[in-house]
């Protein structure tokens, strides 16, 4: 059977479909190809998609509920995975109805398609950590169970709402549903407006980088293999009809900003030029995934350790960069 993947030319919807591909399955890639950041590497992405058997990306913008409906309907597709949004918690101060089109609309347009689609077996949906808030982390991970109502960016409510919208169709037309709440990934093929890859850039051509929170700030980074691993995972385990589950995909070991510039530090040879900046609106201080439920439905362990998931990034980064000059 096939599965459609939206988002596929993301960071994250690259490497998903990419490990789907190799182990044979069929896959539709869905993308609109936005802006956001540079379209070159979303299309650098695509093609190395396209190079593989079994893969065939359609331009079209998940927030189009016709579109994507007929592609549903026509599609054959039994299982989707629904990546595609507008992410990053400081452009929504700038382009709040962004978040409206990519995070809202486009939640109920897969929704929708999914109710209108009886062969359907699973929908799996990104949501993210910042669901939980500014809350105080410490002694244990953010579990499923913790309040998720007082979200401090608007990137967070758009995808604590599309939750909710996921449980009211779960409970009235019988879908298997799970929302992924994702920590901090991270890996080659990122996207450039995250902290490592942005400092990675700055470093090398030796201009500073604007340190938020004053460097107090924790993430817990997941590096996109182990990612990849819970997606699927979760992916071959629907829950029940009727039960839209949400898990954490983290990875457990919270690791402090300034941790993080150090081992960048290290894996480049070279020291940044800090600006040590207040927190900004939206950002949270830390976050850090208890994953109990992920490891009991599927034995989600993360494997790969931030140094050497920050030295793969690094080689990739150096071989990207370099085969653009």
């Known amino acids: 059977m096939t599965i459609i993947v939206t988002g596929a030319a993301g960071f994250i919807g690259m490497h998903v479909a990419e490990s789907l591909l190799t182990r044979g399955e069929a896959v539709i890639g869905v993308d609109n190809f936005t802006d956001y950041y540079d379209p070159a590497l979303k299309v650098a992405r695509a093609a190395r998609l396209e190079a593989q058997p079994g893969f065939r990306m359609v331009r079209a913008d998940v927030a189009d509920h016709q579109t994507f409906a007929d592609l549903v309907r026509t599609s054959g597709a039994d299982r989707i995975i629904h990546l595609a949004a507008q992410a990053g918690v400081r452009y929504s101060l700038e382009n709040p109805f962004a978040y409206e089109h990519s995070n809202l609309a486009g939640q109920l347009s897969v929704l929708e398609a999914a109710r209108h689609s009886p062969g359907l077996t699973h929908l799996v949906y990104a949501s993210s950590s910042s669901v939980y808030g500014d809350q105080p982390v410490g002694g244990g991970g953010l579990s499923?169970?913790?309040?998720?109502?007082?979200?401090?960016?608007?990137?967070?409510a758009t995808k604590r709402s599309a939750e909710l919208m996921s449980h009211a169709y779960a409970g009235l037309y019988a879908l298997p549903l799970t929302g992924l709440r994702f920590f901090t990934v991270y890996g080659p093929w990122g996207r450039p407006d995250m902290a490592y890859y942005g400092f990675t850039r700055a470093i090398l051509s030796g201009e500073p980088i604007q340190v938020y929170g004053q460097g107090q700030m924790?993430?817990?980074?997941?590096?996109?293999d182990d990612i990849v691993n819970g997606v699927i995972g979760a992916l071959d385990r629907p829950p029940a009809p009727g039960e839209n589950r949400i898990l954490n995909i983290g990875?457990?070991?919270?690791?402090?900003l300034m941790e993080m510039i150090a081992t960048l530090e290290r894996l480049l040879g070279r020291e940044a030029v800090k600006v040590m900046k207040p927190m900004q609106p939206g950002d949270v201080t830390a976050?850090?995934?208890?994953?109990?439920?992920?490891?009991?439905?599927?034995g989600y362990r993360p494997r790969v350790m931030l140094e050497e998931g920050l030295a793969r990034f690094v080689d990739w980064y150096r071989d990207f960069?370099?085969?653009g000059d």
């Open 287 to 298: 976050t850090h995934a208890d994953i109990s439920r992920l490891n009991a439905l599927t």
């Open 251 to 256: 990875d457990d070991r919270p690791v402090g």
């Open 144 to 156: 499923e169970v913790d309040a998720a109502m007082a979200p401090v960016s608007l990137y967070a």
């Open 321 to 323: 960069e370099a085969a």
């Open 218 to 224: 924790a993430r817990d980074f997941t590096y996109v």
